[in-house]
């Protein structure tokens, strides 16, 4: 399997999540070896996708520096790492991603009016070669050695409508969009007043996130699935990995991770060479793996 990026350029209006305004979004293939790079076009500053490039991650992933940042990418990223994507140029015209309906399906669709366009080098991935563990009280994240690519995540939330849930997926693109990407984001209707009364979560709606009170989802249609809030966490820590800017060959699990643990195994990872290698899927024992991307 070669490398990826995508055939045409495609974009698309959607509002921020935080400041509440319209944010255009702008994809653009790039060339072999280019890796994803994200552009502010209204401060003509790009950033590279690197946990390097991380700047905060207490309610999204936020990635850039003291010259611009671009936040919640992490929902985009998910969708970047299912359709296998290495090159491509992500060109905002504000400091974060469009929120669509809290989501990954939207930029699913986005790359589907794109398409995919194999380039001429091998597609590197990141194969995990020994068990990597960030851990926060009971709370943990970890990366171990498989020859597949598998995402187990378990939550506890004090919530009647949430309480315990897991959910246990085998990557692939096709699962990806029928059973991860239209797992929304969800926040309580305690801490949206709170944010939005220091001008954050401004866009925040029922129209892009699950809403709750202290007994009920709030949305009139209910959830997609019975454990949306289970799969969406998958969602984002499939986008939380592709910071690093390659797939991964690994299992990861999780119980109660957030983005900030996501990212400390990432550095985590990346830290030690005995924690990795780069591998390309040209080779015999990862054609299964290659076969995910179909």
């Not at 490039?53 to 010259?67: E, F, H, L, R, Y």
């Not at 939330?157 to 984001?185: C, D, L, M, N, W």
């Not at 809403?211 to 019975?226: Q, T």
């Amino acid at each position: 399997m070669n490398q990826r990026t995508i055939s045409k350029p495609v974009e698309v209006v959607g509002i921020g999540l935080h400041k509440g305004e319209p944010i255009k979004l702008r994809l653009e293939p790039l060339g072999t070896d280019a890796g994803i790079v994200f552009y502010r076009e209204d401060l003509a500053l790009s950033i590279p996708l690197s946990p390097a490039s991380v700047i905060d991650t207490q309610m999204a992933t936020v990635i850039g520096s003291d010259k611009g940042y671009i936040s919640t990418i992490e929902h985009f990223l998910s969708a970047i790492y299912a359709y296998g994507i290495d090159n491509l140029r992500v060109i905002v015209n504000g400091n974060e991603m469009p929120i669509m309906d809290g989501s990954a399906s939207s930029f699913c669709f986005l790359l589907d009016e794109a398409g995919i366009q194999e380039q001429d080098v091998a597609k590197k991935v990141i194969r995990v070669k020994q068990s990597v563990e960030i851990v926060d009280g009971d709370k943990f994240v970890r990366l171990e050695p498989s020859d597949e690519v598998t995402f187990d995540f378990e939550i506890d939330f004090e919530h009647p409508v949430i309480g315990q849930q897991s959910q246990a997926y085998s990557f692939g693109t096709k699962s990806f969009t029928e059973e991860i990407s239209r797992a929304r984001t969800f926040g309580f209707a305690r801490d949206i007043q709170y944010l939005q009364s220091i001008n954050l979560a401004l866009g925040a709606s029922l129209n892009n996130a699950i809403g709750l009170d202290d007994e009920k989802v709030l949305n009139p249609e209910g959830l997609r699935f019975d454990n949306e809030f289970a799969r969406h966490k998958i969602l984002d820590a499939m986008g939380d990995m592709m910071v690093m800017g390659h797939n991964v060959l690994g299992a990861y699990s999780s119980f109660a991770g957030s983005h900030k643990l996501n990212h400390e195994l990432t550095v985590k990872l990346l830290s030690d060479t005995a924690n990795y290698e780069m591998v390309t899927l040209n080779r015999v024992q990862s054609r299964e793996f290659a076969k995910s991307f179909a």
